[in-house]
């Protein structure tokens, strides 16, 4: 209709005659304003159900939130959110009213009132509230909208909303009276208007229609114009309603209708807003699963944008929940599903859906989320309380404030030989025995100590089912109630008992050797210490005796540590078996014994004593089948005549004890007063050793060793000598041993390894030649799992090859371990030292084991050589070596050669070489270098006078 007006009729016109066109002007009106009155009608039909629809979708909507928002106050019947909710609710525009009623249709709160409206009857409730469908019923002035309550699926009421169709029907009345009074008004008035001008103003009639087209046309055009915005949705209608004819009147129709229409968008708005801020996650989808709407609880939810989320799929966020589920179910109530996070993370979610219909007519799904994390994680934490309380090993009792049982777990009726349902009602106090000092009623001061701190513990005894006593750590702890009032007491005993036999097996530990059985030293000092105490005020004597185990180990290292362990074993059974009940027996360590033998007369007594223990020596022992031999040595001292305190008592029998292993072992010798000088000898020797490492007061003296065919030195050997500050020189008989006991025989035996080597590569470069230089290897060396690599280090840092440098060890260091010795011998022989067998006929002369030792030289003891020119046994035992030797391929070096007549008889046998004084007393590294320069070789002549004839 823009423009067409003017273009269609008006231009005719004025082509016409002014009488014609005043006239065809007149029957246009005519029509033009019947057109109008017909479409103004429609309009205004049209516009009616418009609002009507649009009213029923609000309708819904809002009581379908309302239902869903007031679940948990209607289930826990919070009357005041109820009412809060429906003044607010009321108080919306449109909104006439607003209540909720029960299952059986009585009133729960009338929102119109303010207050609570129990058991007042509803007009026309839902009949099936199960079925979860609204009802919509249009009265005369309002619009009742009825929307179930549903917890799940259990009805607990429904919400009424009822609209007010008064401002509708208004708003359509006032724009439908006046576009019908400018339509008439305009067609009668026009026609009259028209008449008058073509009577009066013929002449005039193409200029008038010109005028009175234009005065209609452009309102009508403006009014086209605001009813097309209105249709793209824009309600802010400008169009001139100056006019005081009915045209104004049809523009103040357009601007009430289009302020109608913005109230309406303004009620949809706070509905978003209503939507926006619910708790719960909601969102819409097409019938497809497009979704459409979001809320924001949804989008924190699940951590995405509502940009993100608008357009997915509904099984994109709700895997378990397809839109066919809920198309064919048409409402699902309380579903625990979960939902899909944006990084992939389920959320567990309780989940109501429905179909949206619309003139039967599916429009839609809404799908309303509840995010329950935070009730699994409660669910889940009881579930693991209440397993533990089952399965916990501790005894878990509740009781209440008088004592009586509630509550226990299986621990405790295990403990105590009940089933739990028969300890629900009895005291607690039954079960305990000597609990806070056997008080008649404990478990009434441990409730009152609870009340007043809080918490108790304590050591209590629980009487077992089988009667026995079981120790417990009681710890009960207050259980308050809102108020803070004690309701009850957790009551949580932890058993004791593998605790207490845990600190009996510690102190029995601390007191006994585990092995054997027997007291330890620590035991043993103290049964010492009141034994001395008991003979002091009785004045009689008692006596220590000091045990130690005669080559024990090479139990341990030829049949092994366990069968070691049973000979201990069993010298402790037979050492208890021996002695009084009255005496102590101990294991100090290894394998070494104490005896405290108390209140003897005399000293002869504590001999027969010895004598007795030395018996069981005289037999085998048996360990598993086997019958071990073993012997010991005995040192026996006596109080008060060797000491009077327990340290020195265990110190001198310890001395005696030693004395008798240097006198052949297996024997019993009683401590004197030299003994105890030897011991402060050997402390000094040890001391004074300690320092002489340190200041290097040790010095190495050479002998050479003779070729007795030849008559010409084929070597030396390297003795080391010490000359002490104040006792001068301190013979290698004296502090070798003690170096071996006290541990220092592995740094001097290094020592003089490396000073050898040091001084045979001196001689080298000063051009005197030396064949080879032996030196002696202690056991504790010889044992050092790093002696190889040290001989290799040492010869490589002195230029030294290994052919060069010979070993002597005794036969004692090899029979120790004859396996662990055969494989050091072996790796040194294949280094290409030589190795020779030292003082053999002194140890054990094991002459089996000479074939299994790779060994070279073979060095005749001088205890055998010198009297082999008056002793023909002597003499004979030393032709029997020799030949032996040689058989075996070896060479024979006869030590202590002192005089010309050894040296023929040595000859004669076939001896290949001989070391002694007769050849040349051990001389200092300067001596041989100033004897080695003067005839540039080594030569029996420069070391001895001519003995021919002699």
Not at 318 to 338: F, H, K, M
Not at 624 to 645: E, K, M, N
Not at 737 to 759: F, K, Y
Not at 769 to 781: F, K
């Amino acid at each position: 209709m823009r423009g067409g007006l003017f273009r269609r009729y008006a231009i005719p016109f004025l082509a016409l005659i002014a009488g014609v066109a005043a006239a065809i002007t007149t029957a246009h009106l005519l029509l033009l304003g019947q057109a109008m009155h017909s479409a103004s009608q429609s309009s205004a039909e049209a516009l009616e159900k418009a609002l009507y629809a649009q009213l029923e979708q609000r309708g819904r909507l809002l009581a379908g939130f309302l239902a869903d928002d007031l679940v948990n106050s209607v289930y826990n019947y919070d009357m005041a959110t109820i009412q809060e909710t429906l003044v607010t609710v009321t108080g919306q525009p449109d909104v006439a009213h607003a209540l909720i009623y029960d299952t059986d249709g009585q009133m729960l709160h009338d929102g119109r009132q303010g207050i609570p409206g129990f058991s007042r009857p509803v007009d026309s409730p839902l009949d099936d509230l199960r079925a979860g469908e609204m009802r919509l019923r249009r009265l005369a002035e309002t619009l009742e909208v009825d929307a179930p309550i549903l917890l799940g699926e259990r009805p607990l009421g429904a919400v009424r909303l009822v609209l007010s169709l008064e401002g509708i029907r208004a708003g359509i009345d006032a724009s439908r009276s006046r576009i019908d009074a400018v339509a008439d008004a305009s067609f009668y008035r026009d026609i009259v208007a028209t008449a008058l001008i073509s009577l009066v103003l013929m002449a005039v009639g193409g200029g008038l229609a010109l005028w009175v087209t234009r005065r209609l046309v452009r309102p009508i055009r403006q009014l086209a114009q605001s009813a097309d915005r209105v249709g793209k949705g824009d309600y802010n209608i400008e169009v001139d309603s100056r006019r005081d004819d009915e045209l104004g009147d049809l523009a103040r129709s357009f601007q009430a209708m289009g302020r109608n229409l913005a109230h309406t968008t303004i009620s949809k708005q706070y509905l978003d807003n209503i939507i926006g801020s619910m708790e719960n996650a909601l969102l819409v989808s097409t019938p497809e699963g497009r979704v459409t709407l979001v809320n924001r609880a949804l989008c924190v939810l699940l951590g995405q944008a509502e940009k993100d989320l608008i357009g997915s799929q509904v099984t994109d966020l709700a895997p378990e929940v397809p839109p066919q589920r809920l198309l064919s179910e048409g409402i699902i109530n309380g579903l625990e599903t979960w939902l899909t996070s944006r990084g992939g993370r389920p959320i567990p979610v309780s989940l109501s859906g429905s179909v949206m219909h619309e003139n039967g007519t599916v429009r839609g799904l809404v799908l309303v989320a509840q995010d329950i994390t935070e009730r699994k994680q409660a669910e889940e934490q009881l579930r693991l309380a209440s397993s533990v309380f089952a399965n916990t090993s501790e005894g878990i009792v509740i009781i209440d404030e008088r004592g009586v049982i509630r509550m226990v777990n299986g621990a405790f009726a295990q403990l105590v030989g009940r089933s739990p349902a028969q300890l629900n009602d009895k005291v607690f106090g039954e079960f305990l025995v000597d609990a806070i000092g056997g008080r008649e009623d404990p478990v009434g001061e441990i409730v009152e100590a609870v009340v007043r701190k809080g918490q108790w513990e304590g050591e209590i005894s629980v009487q077992r089912g089988d009667g026995t006593r079981a120790p417990q750590w009681l710890t009960v702890s207050a259980v308050r109630d809102d108020a803070g009032a004690l309701s009850q007491c957790a009551c949580i005993l932890l058993d004791l008992t593998e605790l207490r036999d845990a600190e009996e097996r510690v102190r029995h530990l601390a007191y006994f050797d585990t092995i054997t059985g027997l007291p330890n030293r620590t035991l043993f000092q103290d049964r010492l210490e009141h034994a001395l105490a008991h003979a002091n005020r009785e004045g009689h004597r008692l006596a220590v005796l000091f045990l130690d185990l005669d080559r024990f180990k090479s139990v341990n290292d030829t049949l092994g540590h366990a069968m070691g362990d049973q000979l201990l074993a069993a010298v402790a059974r037979g050492l208890s078996r021996s002695l009084r009940a009255e005496d102590t027996v101990a294991r100090l360590g290894g394998d070494e014994f104490a005896v405290i033998v108390d209140n003897i007369a005399q000293a002869e007594d504590v001999a027969q004593v010895a004598a007795k223990v030395m018996e069981i020596f005289g037999r085998p022992f048996q360990v598993t089948g086997h019958d071990l031999f073993t012997s010991a040595s005995i040192g026996i001292s006596v109080y008060p005549d060797d000491a009077r305190d327990g340290e020195g008592l265990l110190r001198n029998a310890d001395t005696a004890m030693y004395r008798a292993k240097e006198r052949g072992r297996n024997s019993y010798q009683f401590f004197t007063s030299d003994m105890n000088a030897r011991a402060l000898e050997h402390m000094a020797l040890e001391h004074g050793m300690r320092r002489a490492l340190e200041r290097d007061e040790f010095r190495l003296a050479y002998q050479p060793i003779v070729d007795l065919e030849t008559r010409e030195p084929v070597g030396m050997e390297a003795l080391v000598r010490w000359t002490h500050p104040q006792l001068g020189e301190v013979p290698p008989g004296r502090f070798i041993p003690v170096a071996e006991d006290c541990g220092l025989i592995g740094r001097l035996g290094e020592w003089v390894l490396t000073e050898a080597c040091r001084q045979l590569s001196a001689w080298r470069r000063e051009g005197i030649t030396v064949q080879r230089l032996a030196v002696n290897i202690s056991s504790r060396q010889f044992y050092d799992p790093q002696l190889v690599d040290r001989i290799q280090d040492i010869l490589a840092s002195s230029g030294i090859a290994p052919t060069d440098l010979s070993l002597e060890l005794t036969e004692r260091t090899l029979i120790d371990d004859v396996e662990g010795s055969t494989g050091i011998l072996t790796r040194l022989h294949e280094l290409g030292l030589e190795i020779a067998l030292d003082d053999f006929g002194t140890g054990y002369s094991a002459l089996g084991f000479l074939k299994r030792f790779p060994i070279q030289l073979l060095k005749v003891d001088a205890s055998f050589v010198n009297d082999i020119a008056l002793d023909d046994d002597d003499a004979a035992l030393v032709e029997g070596i020799v030949t032996l030797a040689h058989n075996l391929g070896l060479k024979v070096v006869a030590e202590g050669v002192e005089n010309l007549d050894q040296v023929h008889l040595l000859a004669g046998y076939g001896c290949d070489y001989a070391q002694g004084y007769f050849f040349a007393r051990p001389l200092s590294a300067q001596q041989m270098t100033d004897v080695l320069l003067q005839g540039q070789g080594l030569s029996a002549r420069k070391f001895n006078r001519d003995r021919a004839g002699t």
